[in-house]
Structure formats: C-alpha cells, structure tokens
C-alpha cells in the first residue's frame, strides 16, 4: 500500500518588483482576487501600500492611552492615600487633599506607564523578539532594504494553492521566490 506523499511544506510566495508603484499595483490585485494572508517589504515607506494590503490601523495608539490613564490615575490615587489617608499630616492648615501638589507626579506617572506601554505594546503587536524570519532564507530578500520591493503571499492564506498562487504572482512579476519554513 502506497502511502501518499506529504505536500512539502512552505512559508509562502514572495515576488519581487522594481518599483514602488508594481507593488502597490500587485497587492491591491492580489487583495481584490481574496488574499489576506500577505505583506509587502520596502527600502521605505511607501504611501498606499498598508491601504492595498487591506491592513487594519494599529491598535499601539490605544494601549498608549491606557498605559498613561493607568500610571496617573495609580499615582494620583497613590498621593491620595498617603496624604489623606495613611498619613493625614497638617502642615500649615492647608487641605489634605490638596491637588495642584498632587500634579507633578501625576504627570510624571502618566509619561511613564505610556513610555512602558508603548516599548511593550510595540513588542508584543509586532511578535518580538523573532531572531529568524523564513524571507531571511531567500537571498534575494537582502535587497528589501536597498532598491527592491517585495510581496509575500503567505501559505496559512485560506485561498493559496502553490500552483495557482505562483501562476497569479508571474502575472505580475517574473521573479517569484519559494519561502521554506
């Protein structure tokens, strides 16, 4: 009995452009034929290229808002305590919860629970660390970061067959690129 060979694992297609406008062109055809599983790679940003991808905005804005509202209103809170509270302490016949003493630290609390949910924020919305990427294996992936662009169409995309994805990319390209795991 003859057991059926194993599809052989990949990554995903990557194809490779000259200029900014073919990938912009590429991605926005391979959105619109149903890939989603994809990401483009360039020497800088292009303008477009996150829209024609179909990338949603980052969510970092939002956890920096959190972390802010969280150090102040833990420092706030934490002032409160020790002055009104644990330690009631008069001096001079001023308030115990006198606020406009409160602001400097509050401020200060705020920049850095936004500075530690920003840093981690970041590490974690990205996937760091990831000390190896499966492009790192394509040797021409290394021109990403000089004059080359790049499309990788990924395998985990419910719509990619290896055949018909790579025919779908030659159509745009003549350089499509195997990505192993």
Known sequence: MAIPSQPE??????????????????AQKAYDTGYRSMNG???????????????K???????????G?????????MLYYSSVI???????????????????ITFEMTVLGAAFATFFGMLALNGLPH??????????FSLASRDRFFLCIQAKDPLFRLDETR??????????HEVQP
């Open 86 to 104: 644990s330690y009631p302490l008069d001096v001079g016949g001023r308030p115990l919860h006198s606020w406009p003493a409160f602001i400097p």
């Open 131 to 140: 000390p190896n990427h499966p492009l790192f294996e394509v040797p021409e």
């Open 9 to 26: 694992k990949i990554y995903g297609l990557l194809a490779e452009f000259d200029h900014p406008e073919e990938i912009i062109h590429a």
């Open 41 to 55: 790679y360039t020497p800088f940003p292009v303008e477009g290229l996150s829209e024609a991808l179909g990338q």
């Open 57 to 67: 905005p980052t969510r970092l804005p939002f956890l920096v808002l959190l972390g």
């Open 167 to 176: 025919r779908f990319l030659e159509q745009l390209t003549s350089r499509v």
């Open 69 to 77: 509202l969280i150090g102040g209103s833990a420092a706030y809170y």
